[in-house]
């Protein structure tokens, strides 16, 4: 199985800021990579496919990058409503793994 | 719009069996793949399994293989995961996620997510 892994685990960030979430695949997988927004109790969200498409109605200030085996979540200006856990998936192969998840706090 | 509510979850001993369900709404049911996903408590998303739109290809995850099984009934826009021999390691949410519904013959990723519906294995 293709291994996920997203950098870092958890953050302190303040609104306005500029982030980015990194996520690295254990072998390549093209541009096969979803992002997801969790909130707590809530069920994921889509927020980005083929590593750099905006789902629908998602917020321009969200962006995607990368392909091959380096991703990145960037977030240009952090708004309130943006403080929650960001995931990425691989569907490249099957089991379409997850990343374990970065948390996005408030400072 | 598109709307999916799972249903089935409760407690169950180790070892019993469960069966939980997703009707779907709001689009062509019969036209796309369906997947589901778990959460542990306070862990990660992982995937479970995926079927295709007419039922003709169904991908597990090792952790439930020979376990789970997906099904589906398009008459009744009804996606099923019936779960045996249930472990305390399978206690999560369990979400439905409709598939994005391009050509990939083992499907890509969730557009839309139900709520999801709780399955406890404990004694």
């Known amino acids: 199985a293709i291994r996920m892994t997203q950098s870092p685990s958890s953050f302190s960030a303040s609104t306005g800021d500029r982030v980015t979430i990194t996520c690295r695949a254990s072998?390549?997988?093209?541009?096969?990579l979803a992002w997801y927004q969790q909130k707590p109790g809530k069920a994921p969200k889509l927020l980005i496919y083929?590593?750099?498409t905006l789902q629908s109605g998602v917020p321009s200030r969200f962006s995607g990058s990368g392909s091959g085996t380096d991703f990145t979540l960037t977030i240009s200006c952090l708004q309130s409503e943006d403080f929650a856990t960001y995931y990425c998936?691989?569907?490249?192969?099957?089991?379409?793994?997850f990343g374990q998840g970065t948390k996005v706090e408030i400072k | 719009q598109v709307q999916l509510v799972e249903s089935g979850g409760g407690v169950v001993q180790p070892g019993g069996s469960l069966r939980l369900s997703c009707a779907a709404s709001?689009?062509?049911?019969?036209?796309?793949?369906m997947h589901w996903v778990r959460q542990a408590p306070g862990k990660g998303l992982e995937w479970v399994a995926f079927?295709?739109?007419?039922?003709?290809?169904?991908y597990y995850a090792d952790s439930v293989k020979g376990r789970f099984t997906i099904s589906r009934d398009n008459s009744k826009n009804t996606l099923y995961l019936q779960m045996n021999s249930l472990r305390a390691e399978d206690t999560a949410v369990y979400y439905c996620?409709?598939?994005?519904?391009?050509?990939?013959?083992?499907?890509?990723?969730?557009?839309?997510w139900g709520q999801g519906t709780l399955v406890t294995v404990s004694s």
């Open positions: 996620a409709k598939d994005s519904g391009s050509i990939a013959a083992a499907g890509t990723w969730g557009d839309y």
């Open positions: 709001g689009f062509t049911f019969s036209s796309y793949g």
């Open positions: 072998q390549g997988i093209s541009s096969y």
């Open positions: 079927i295709r739109y007419d039922g003709s290809n169904k």
């Open positions: 998936q691989q569907y490249y192969s099957t089991p379409k793994t």
């Open positions: 083929a590593a750099s």
